[in-house]
């Protein structure tokens, strides 16, 4: 039978025209969470109100904040502040790793002694341990460098002036404090890494020592960097104590000396407040930095990221 042009052969004549049964789009419309609302501009209220209190309050002076925050004596406290810091951080963690791997080491001595290390340091305050380097010299009247139980001796130094200086006594005591914590840091780096790594490089012939260098500790970075951002974070208000030496040498103890005198004590604790606050900013964003520099090749995107970087030179050395 013949049919119509653009007709279907299968189309009766009576049949009806089709017709579009599918159902129409659904109209959605937000919850909408007031409670959520409400609850947000009652905190906002309530902030606003405490920061207005605080910057309007008649107590705080603020000409005198105005005064001290950029003095030359508050700067130079801010970097001795800066400098011990970064100081105490590079002791703690050459320190650190070295316990990281003497802990980790199949030597039962080398970890025994590491495992006491941290086990004494971790398990004493801070606090004490700054006060009892600050007067170790009622233990030891001085120090010699030379070989125990031989007389040997290549030279030695009054502890009582070693001490004296409240450097010294702030990178023994916040130094080899923050070894303690940084091993163990260091060491769960150390056991992130897949022992398939450490397997592959010894069938190379690498040296055990060249693998925890070139193979272990680069990847370990990616998990040691974060928490120690948070030590060194933790390490700048850690100065602070140094004030119970006396001496005002970091930012604090100098403060702490200008309101024992002019009895100022809140603006100048707010002064001090703003500079730990303004430090602590800068060292968050340059841990976010190196973050993201060690942590290249890990994660979801960066992994896409090189399996499209794979394919275009695969199709580059195929065309």
């Known amino acids: ?11 009766g004549a009576g049949s009806p025209a089709p017709t579009d049964t599918r159902p129409e789009a659904i109209k959605a419309i937000p919850v909408r969470h007031w409670g959520r609302w409400i609850s947000a501009v009652v905190v ?20 005198v904040v105005g005064n001290y925050l950029f003095k030359p004596l508050v700067l130079r406290g801010v970097a001795l502040t800066i400098e011990l810091t970064f100081v105490c951080m590079v002791v703690g963690a050459v320190g650190g790793t070295i316990l990281a791997v003497m802990r ?11 495992w006491v290390y941290i086990w004494f340091f971790r398990g004493t305050p801070v606090y004490v341990q700054i006060i009892l380097w600050g007067n170790i010299g009622v233990l030891y009247s001085r120090f010699y460098a030379g070989l125990p139980f031989t007389g040997l001796s290549l030279g030695s130094t009054n502890t009582g002036v070693l001490v004296n200086h409240v450097i010294v006594v702030a ?23 897949d022992a398939g790594q450490t397997e592959a490089a010894s069938s190379l012939g690498m040296s055990p020592t060249l693998i925890m260098r070139r193979i272990v500790l680069p990847q370990a970075m990616r998990v040691i960097i974060p928490t120690m951002g948070n030590e060194t974070i933790s390490m700048l208000k850690t100065t602070s104590l140094l004030a119970v030496l006396g001496g005002g040498v970091e930012l604090f103890g100098r403060l702490q000396i200008v ?7 809140m603006p100048l604790l707010i002064v001090a407040c703003m500079w730990y606050l303004a430090v602590t900013t800068v060292l968050t964003i340059g841990q976010i930095y190196l973050e993201r ?7 979801q995107k960066e992994a896409e990221a090189a399996e499209k970087r794979a394919g275009r030179r695969a199709a580059r050395a195929h065309g």
């Open 259 to 265: 309101y024992s005198q002019t009895f100022q004590i």
């Open 171 to 193: 990178i023994l005591a916040l130094g080899l404090n923050e070894a303690a914590y940084a091993a163990e840091l260091v060491r769960a780096g150390i056991i992130s890494v």
């Open 104 to 114: 980790l080491s199949a030597n039962p001595v080398l970890s025994w002694i590491a």
């Open 44 to 63: 906002i209220y309530l902030v606003t109100a405490l920061i207005y209190s605080f910057i309007k309050s008649p107590n705080v002076d603020w000409p």
């Open 293 to 299: 520099y060690f942590g290249k090749g890990f994660g």
């Open 1 to 11: 039978m013949a049919t119509a042009q653009g007709q279907s052969p299968s189309a």
